[in-house]
């Protein structure tokens, strides 16, 4: 089956930061996941390079916007590599090919008669670049996000009538309850639907920075919809002399962070009917990450975590754990460098990373390195049957953190079993010979098993442990605890996740 999963564009005007780690691993686990059961998976992700913001923060520096694009997209493209990130194409929504396909969509909008010319009023956040509707402004008309204050702007504009789709909109939700997750986002949208939907402004006049309106060329679109549209675009140019549209049209998941909700979960299925392009299946919405005062990150509080500082100092497989371990996927969590201390001590060290090389040490001390071809415990068999159907469900419902808590449980029972077991008094008593096997047998499988579901959030430390073990192998089908003990050879394993003072 075709999956196609994206992550917000990021805006250039700013330098790459946790936030967009999050949203970019956090897709990155269920593209990897969905691979390894063997789906036809393409994964995007990219920058958002018009809009004022843009152009406001190159004129700041001197720049023209393309230059500042340039520099910034680079930046997010490298850090791509070092999150090991798969994905499969990075768009640009300044890349020409991009712009050509916006102008043809919404062409085709003001064609089927959704857009009409008016006067536009209202109050403008100059950061989200987007008016703001009355009920979501602060007192003092303060932008809800920023919470600066707003400016009033009035300006001549295409409008999109998204008023006339409430009711399709509203038939989606019925027939979808699925089409936003987690719920409480889908009833967030649906009761801001609910409360009427007003016409958006779909240009700006006053902007030159972004994709010419072609039926009124002294005009660009609004950033958002050519922001919005680069999912669909970049399937028709990401791969040279291939169109993947048909492939792979509608997404099956966009990722996002519950800032942007309105735009995905009610302007963007409004604007896909216009155009008369099906609607994608479902918009993950996560929450924000925070500082460890439980304040909004921001460089003034002195309470961000840069995600540059944790990989320097715990590694890209510690980051990625720790941001889908730690806030519970769906909701928003405090993080800070301290917790990612504790977490990668505690669990990836000890509970992982030793249990890993406890297991390998004594197949190579009891076993002359060959992992016993023995029948595994039943028991523990029995305790792991259900484990890969229950992960890959939860992940099919954007449930990243329960998943990963259903596979730690099965690490800590692994290590409960060292203890119960404890192969070093068996190993002294050739009587015992059988029970050692089968003790052996079962470790070696249960972390091979564990590992193979863990690759898609720890893709580098569990593959050298699969390697290791003689078992390379992370197809789904892998992850099932088998009946026997693999018979492979294992090799001597760094520690996966050293212990280091700071
Ligand atoms: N360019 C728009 C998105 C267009 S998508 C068609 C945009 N860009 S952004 O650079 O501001 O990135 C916003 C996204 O980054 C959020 O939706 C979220 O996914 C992620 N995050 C940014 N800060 C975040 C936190 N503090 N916490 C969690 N995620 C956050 O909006």
């Known amino acids: 089956m075709s999956f196609y999963i994206t992550t917000p564009i990021y805006y250039v005007n700013a330098q790459p930061h946790l936030g967009h780690a999050y949203s970019t691993i956090a897709a990155d686990v269920l593209a990897r996941h969905m691979r390894q059961r063997g789906e036809d998976v393409f994964f995007m992700t990219g920058t958002d390079e018009h809009g004022e913001p843009v152009a406001d923060a190159a004129h700041a520096q001197g720049l023209e916007p393309q230059q500042l694009a340039d520099r910034n997209a680079e930046r997010f493209k490298a850090l791509m590599p ?23 969509v919404l062409q085709r909008v003001h064609d089927n008669g959704h857009t009409y010319k008016g006067m536009y009023e209202g109050w403008y956040c100059p950061k989200c670049a987007d008016f703001k509707v009355e009920n979501e402004i602060l007192e003092g008309n303060r932008c809800p996000i920023h919470e600066i204050p707003l400016t009033r702007e009035q300006e001549e504009n295409w409008f999109f009538r998204l008023s006339s789709f409430q009711q399709p909109l509203e038939q989606l939700y019925d027939e979808r309850p699925e089409f936003v997750m987690p719920s409480h986002h889908f009833n967030e949208a649906r009761s801001f639907i609910a409360q009427g939907l007003q016409d958006v402004s779909l240009t700006r006049a006053r902007l030159h920075w972004g994709v010419e309106v072609p039926w009124d060329p002294g005009h660009v679109f609004y950033v958002w919809f050519d922001a919005l549209l680069n999912y669909y675009t970049g399937l028709g140019y990401a791969r040279d002399g291939e169109d993947l549209t048909s492939r792979f049209w509608p997404a099956t998941y966009h990722v996002i962070g519950k800032d942007i909700l309105k735009f995905h979960a ?22 924000f990450l925070l500082g460890a005062d439980g304040r909004k990150m921001s460089k003034s509080l002195g309470n961000v975590l840069d995600p540059f500082e944790v990989m320097e100092q715990y590694g890209t497989d510690a980051l990625r754990f720790y941001l889908m371990r730690d806030v519970a996927f769906g909701g928003d969590g405090a993080v800070s460098m301290e917790a990612v201390k504790g977490r990668y001590e505690t669990e990836l060290a000890n509970e992982y990373g030793n249990l890993a090389s406890r297991t390998i040490a004594m197949v190579l001390r009891y076993r002359d390195g060959r992992i016993p071809a023995a029948g595994t415990d039943p028991q523990l068999a029995g305790e792991f049957e259900a484990l890969p159907g229950r992960v890959a469900q939860l992940l099919g419902e954007a ?19 060292v203890e119960e077991r404890a192969p070093w008094q068996l190993a002294r008593d050739p009587d015992q010979a059988s029970q050692l096997d089968q003790t052996l047998a079962s470790l070696a499988e249960g972390i091979r098993a564990l590992s193979v579901l863990l690759t898609a959030y720890m893709p580098d430390a569990t593959a050298r442990l699969l390697e290791a073990l003689g078992s390379p192998a992370t197809d789904y089908d892998a992850g099932r605890f088998a009946a026997q003990g693999s018979g492979a050879r294992v090799q001597p394993l760094a520690a996966l996740f050293p212990k280091h003072g700071s």
């Open 82 to 104: 070092r999150l090991a990130i798969s994905n499969d194409f990075f768009i640009r929504t300044s890349d020409p090919q991009h712009k050509r396909r916006v102008q043809e």
């Open 266 to 287: 009610v302007f963007w299925p409004a604007l896909l009917q216009a155009a008369g392009l099906a609607i994608p299946h479902h918009v993950f919405v996560h929450g």
């Open 399 to 417: 449930e990243a953190t329960q998943a990963l808590e259903l596979i730690w449980q099965r690490v800590r029972r692994l290590n409960r079993y």
